[in-house]
């Protein structure tokens, strides 16, 4: 019985370091995904793989005149006054800009 005694708290022993072990494993591979998960924080890592954080421009966004056919099919059209101010033409437009 004593013999029995001895193994089982060998085998507990033995478990509890594992766990300790495992335990210290991963707490080690979440600090190193956290630390190395964030490219501010890994700056060594980032100049070495070329990782440049600047923001891309599109290849259109040094057009001077941008959008100025906006609008432009609305000036054709003949303004007619309704008198109803849900189909006016001020509030289809203001729910244009403002809702869509």
């Known amino acids: 019985m004593a013999e029995l005694n001895r193994i089982k708290k060998e085998r507990e022993a033995e478990q509890n370091k594992k766990d300790e072990l495992k ?3 991963d707490e080690r591979i979440r600090m190193e995904n956290l630390l190395h998960g964030n490219p501010l924080l890994a ?3 980032a100049a070495s ?3 440049d954080f600047t923001v891309k421009r599109r290849w259109d966004d040094d057009v001077v005149f ?3 056919a906006k609008g432009q ?3 054709n059209k003949p303004k007619n006054f ?3 101010s849900l ?3 001020f ?3 203001f729910m244009d800009k403002y809702i869509k």
Do not use: A
């Open 91 to 93: 509030h289809k437009k």
């Open 23 to 25: 335990k210290l494993d």
């Open 49 to 51: 793989s070329g990782g």
């Open 73 to 75: 099919d609305d000036k």
């Open 82 to 84: 309704i008198n109803d």
């Open 43 to 45: 700056k060594k890592t």
């Open 87 to 89: 189909r006016s033409e």
């Open 66 to 68: 941008k959008n100025c």
